[in-house]
């Protein structure tokens, strides 16, 4: 009312702006007009005539907005409140700038295209769609599928409830940070994808192997599983089935990486290949080698390369060689060697 007394007792008429304009109109359209003589709506409606449809100009000023924001020439924020909330302006925007969801209205927040739109140029901006949103399987998923790391924003129904949601916040948590592992729900630590994601996680300040011993009995006897483990931390031999433990590709992995031969089966700890390979680097695994291999002289002669047999030549390891190569001159020669 106020806008269109002001304007209408002006002496002189003068240009206005389309944002003044809009005021004058909206009272007009809106407001019980009382005590305003039929000459000054009259007047006033010549103004809306001579301007234009209200109409024409808010489009105009709507694809002024929508050019501006789809080249990042301006932020939503700075958008007129009404042009916030068109979802047309909106999508333009979070197009450019999936952040820019935080400056529109809940309606639009609530809306699935914008969402959609929003995630597609930054998934960050899942934190400000609205609760409905953030407790859609859907588009969590969607935005996981960009980032696993958005799974965070979902609603703690969902992680709780949903197993796929549920696997996908496991899995982006232990992904940083292996020790979480230790400390997820017993079904998450059976989940053969949290459990690769963990052995692949790039934070080394755990004990990797011990993931083995968290997991189930299922995912033990798993070469895939127990291949991401060992290839890092070989002493996760200890944890693996019975069966994997005769396998030769996985013990050779194990002892490349630190493992122990005397985890491997019986039947391995008497492959040649495999106990060169062991004893090559830590001497007094050949006290786990077959009587076989303890008399071999190849096997003895890799063993004493290790500086620890050097220095400690009537060991305990020393003693695990056969009697025959406890008098043998190469192998006394080999030990005795500074």
């Given at each position: 009312?106020?806008?269109?007394?002001?304007?209408a007792?002006?002496?002189?008429?003068?240009a206005?702006?389309?944002d003044?304009?809009?005021l004058?109109?909206?009272?007009?359209d809106?407001?019980?007009?009382?005590?305003?003589?039929?000459?000054?709506?009259?007047?006033?409606?010549t103004?809306?005539l001579?301007?234009?449809?209200?109409?024409?100009?808010?489009?105009?000023?709507?694809?002024k907005?929508?050019?501006?924001?789809?080249?990042?020439?301006?932020?939503?924020?700075?958008?007129?409140?009404?042009?916030?909330?068109d979802?047309?302006?909106?999508?333009?925007?979070?197009?450019?700038?999936?952040?820019?969801?935080?400056?529109?209205?809940y309606?639009?927040k609530?809306?699935?295209?914008?969402?959609?739109?929003?995630?597609s140029?930054?998934?960050?901006a899942?934190?400000?769609?609205?609760?409905?949103?953030?407790?859609?399987?859907?588009?969590?998923?969607?935005?996981?599928?960009?980032?696993?790391?958005?799974?965070k924003?979902?609603?703690?129904?969902?992680?709780?409830?949903?197993?796929?949601?549920?696997?996908?916040?496991?899995?982006s948590?232990?992904s940083?940070?292996?020790n979480?592992?230790?400390?997820?729900?017993?079904?998450?630590?059976?989940?053969?994808?949290?459990?690769?994601a963990?052995?692949f996680?790039?934070?080394?300040?755990?004990?990797?192997?011990?993931?083995?011993?968290s997991t189930?009995?299922?995912?033990?006897?798993?070469?895939?599983?127990?291949?991401a483990?060992?290839?890092?931390?070989?002493?996760?031999?200890?944890?693996?089935?019975?069966?994997?433990r005769?396998?030769?590709e996985?013990?050779?992995a194990?002892?490349?990486s630190?493992g122990?031969?005397?985890?491997?089966?019986?039947?391995?700890?008497?492959?040649?290949?495999?106990?060169?390979?062991?004893?090559s680097?830590y001497?007094?695994d050949i006290?786990?080698?077959?009587d076989e291999?303890?008399n071999?002289?190849?096997?003895?002669?890799?063993?004493l390369t290790?500086?620890?047999?050097?220095?400690?030549?009537?060991?305990?390891?020393?003693?695990?060689f056969?009697?025959?190569?406890?008098?043998?001159?190469?192998v006394?020669?080999?030990?005795k060697?500074?």
């Amino acid at each position: 009312m106020n806008t269109i007394k002001s304007y209408a007792e002006a002496e002189k008429q003068r240009a206005i702006s389309v944002d003044e304009l809009r005021l004058v109109l909206n009272e007009i359209d809106t407001t019980i007009v009382s005590g305003i003589s039929a000459e000054t709506l009259q007047k006033l409606r010549t103004i809306q005539l001579k301007a234009g449809c209200l109409e024409e100009l808010v489009s105009e000023e709507k694809k002024k907005y929508i050019d501006l924001l789809s080249q990042g020439e301006l932020s939503l924020r700075d958008v007129p409140l009404e042009f916030r909330k068109d979802k047309d302006v909106v999508l333009v925007a979070v197009g450019y700038d999936g952040m820019a969801l935080l400056h529109t209205c809940y309606q639009l927040k609530n809306d699935r295209e914008v969402v959609a739109v929003a995630l597609s140029n930054n998934v960050k901006a899942l934190q400000y769609a609205s609760a409905e949103m953030r407790d859609d399987k859907d588009i969590i998923m969607e935005a996981v599928f960009y980032d696993k790391k958005a799974v965070k924003y979902a609603s703690s129904r969902l992680i709780e409830e949903d197993k796929d949601v549920k696997r996908a916040y496991y899995v982006s948590l232990v992904s940083e940070d292996a020790n979480a592992f230790f400390t997820a729900p017993e079904d998450m630590r059976y989940d053969k994808e949290v459990v690769l994601a963990a052995a692949f996680c790039s934070d080394d300040s755990g004990e990797i192997y011990f993931i083995l011993d968290s997991t189930s009995v299922e995912l033990r006897d798993d070469i895939e599983v127990v291949m991401a483990v060992i290839t890092q931390e070989g002493l996760g031999l200890m944890f693996v089935s019975d069966r994997l433990r005769g396998c030769k590709e996985v013990v050779k992995a194990a002892i490349l990486s630190g493992g122990c031969i005397k985890d491997a089966s019986k039947e391995l700890r008497g492959d040649k290949e495999l106990m060169i390979e062991a004893v090559s680097r830590y001497g007094s695994d050949i006290e786990y080698a077959s009587d076989e291999l303890r008399n071999d002289k190849e096997v003895v002669m890799a063993a004493l390369t290790v500086s620890e047999l050097q220095k400690d030549p009537t060991g305990h390891a020393f003693d695990s060689f056969s009697q025959e190569l406890q008098k043998d001159e190469d192998v006394i020669r080999a030990a005795k060697r500074k």
